[in-house]
């Protein structure tokens, strides 16, 4: 069947909220996509931070096979093994108490804001109980998640929202202080904000806000959707600050494309959720944590995070190359395999011209930054070569510019 033809048919049959680029990929390999014309693009965006482990991971691909062959599902009235081992795994990397698997980044944020409201009714705080998130966050789709999420673009079209929320402005610390009140039970943001433009928090407002919440005995929940999972060169991002949340999300490349999450708890916020409070039907099956156990397996035979922290030094230079080269480049910023290029204008055309004339897969984080979040597995000269095409898409598209 002819691209179009596969275009088409879509275009017919999904509600129109993705504004799709014109390519049908078939399959991919490593780090590369594959289109259904059968050309190769090289990919740099991992299914927005997804693809951790690159296309086609052979380990993966046995366990999950193994898995369907046993057991795809029991629901939560059971125990299963798989969830089992991957709940002990994630715990162990994580250094948290308690996990609660869920199928998506979105369910995990929503499981961190149970946890906090649970947590302040428990204390017998006011029911109009607050919950301080992070302007220019992103968050999730869902209500719960869209109401912490910093946007209001994404947000007007479905309010009212959840009640209770104050925003902040990320990295100042005084602009938390100055929304808190005795009603704010816990504060929610990203270690590094993902979506908002790849400004990754600083050391001193990190452990400025977990001090605050220690003070006013508030709940301190970092998404980690998007910087998890080694991206940052740590395992999940907040452990290169040394500052440990109450909370925490994480989802995206824990699957390695399976649709899976979690969300994570200790101390006082793990006793906060009883019997009752929460509960998923597809959530922990043995087929999505059959993947989840092996992915943190693969991540530890493999020193995924020693490997992220090697090339993300060397995208860093190369990048920090392309920003000194261009004058259409006004800031480069990020950890590991989660940068960003910010532009002087919309990358849209950039990004566009990217994709259909040099086969780079690029993505966006608003309308004037590109993001690099490339399969943790690439190498120094897959870097190399997404430079080379880069910069022939900004010489194409930005010289103008220039």
Known sequence: MEKQQYIDRAEEAFYKVYNRFPVVFGRGEGVCLYDTDGQEYLDFGAGIAVMGLGYSCKELKAAMKEQVDKLCHTSNLFYNVPSIEAG??????????KVFFTNSGAEAVEGLLKIAKRYAFDRGMAPDYEVIAMRHSFHGRTLG?????????????????????????????????A????????????????EGGIYPATGEFLAGVRALCDEH?????????????????HMFAWQGYGVKPDAMSVAKALGNGVPVGAFLAQGKAASAIVPGDHGTTYGGNPFVCAAAAKVLDIYEEKKIVE??????????????????????????????????????????????????????????????????????????????EMVRRLEASIEAVCMPNL
């Open 307 to 384: 490997h992220v922290r090697e090339v993300g030094g060397y995208l860093w230079d190369r990048l920090e190359e392309v920003a000194g080269r261009h004058g259409c480049v006004q800031a480069h910023r990020g950890k590991g395999l989660i940068q960003g290029l910010e532009f002087t204008d919309a990358v849209a055309p950039l990004v566009s011209h990217a994709l259909l004339k040099e086969k780079l897969v690029l993505i966006s984080a608003g309308k004037n930054i590109i993001r690099f979040v490339p399969p943790l597995i690439i190498k120094k000269q897959d870097v190399d």
């Open 145 to 177: 998640a869209l109401s912490v999420t910093g946007n209001s673009h994404y947000q007007e079209p479905f309010a009212p929202l959840v009640p209770g929320v104050r925003f902040a402005v990320f990295n100042d610390l005084d602009s938390v202080k």
């Open 179 to 194: 929304v808190w009140s005795e009603k704010t039970c816990a504060v929610i943001m990203e270690t590094i904000q993902g």
């Open 88 to 97: 002990e795994k994630l715990l162990k990397v994580s250094g948290m108490e």
């Open 217 to 233: 005995h508030a709940l301190l929940l970092l998404d980690e959707i998007q910087c998890g999972m080694a991206r940052s060169g």
